[in-house]
């Protein structure tokens, strides 16, 4: 003969197992997600780390695979100034420009591989001699 002490006991033993078994799964999915994450935020620090200031001085479109992603970048100048010295220090008493061109670009990365299409904007600077 059951009791109802037994019987609320199964009621509760089977709410923990089912807990449990629905807790592993939704950590099974998370832990998936967050190594998808880790790639795609890798590959992103690896392809940013490649294209470099003097690349987006070269060329304004950038394609290529690394990382096991394909990626296309685009460069667009949005600013260019000339940096200042200070005129007495250089014993110049006409002017202070000095002699690099600092240039703010705004970089455009699309990035995809089999799983993941995302589009990555971010600003990168240039600097180059004028003289």
């Known amino acids: 003969m059951i009791t109802i002490e037994?019987?609320?006991?199964?009621?509760?033993l089977f709410?923990?197992?089912?807990?449990?078994?629905?807790?592993l799964k939704h950590l099974k999915?998370?832990?998936?997600q967050q190594?998808?994450?880790e790639d795609?935020?890798?590959a992103v620090l690896n392809i940013k780390d490649y294209i470099e200031d003097k690349i987006c001085i070269k060329q304004t479109n950038i394609q290529?695979?690394?990382?096991?992603?394909?990626f296309n970048a685009?460069?667009?100048?949005?600013e260019a100034l000339q940096n200042f010295k200070k005129a007495l220090?250089?014993?110049d008493s006409t002017g202070n420009i000095g002699n690099k061109l600092i240039s703010l670009y705004k970089v455009t990365l699309n990035l995809q591989n089999e799983n993941v299409e995302k589009e990555i904007l971010y600003y990168k600077t240039g600097i180059r001699d004028i003289r």
Request: aromatic share 8%; glycine share 8%; with cysteine.
């Open 29 to 32: 999915i998370i832990q998936k």
């Open 74 to 78: 685009v460069c667009e100048k949005e």
């Open 40 to 42: 795609f935020y890798i």
């Open 89 to 91: 220090d250089e014993g």
């Open 35 to 37: 190594m998808n994450h």
């Open 15 to 23: 709410m923990v197992i089912a807990t449990s078994v629905t807790t």
């Open 6 to 12: 037994i019987l609320i006991s199964m009621v509760i």
């Open 64 to 70: 290529g695979s690394l990382s096991g992603y394909s």
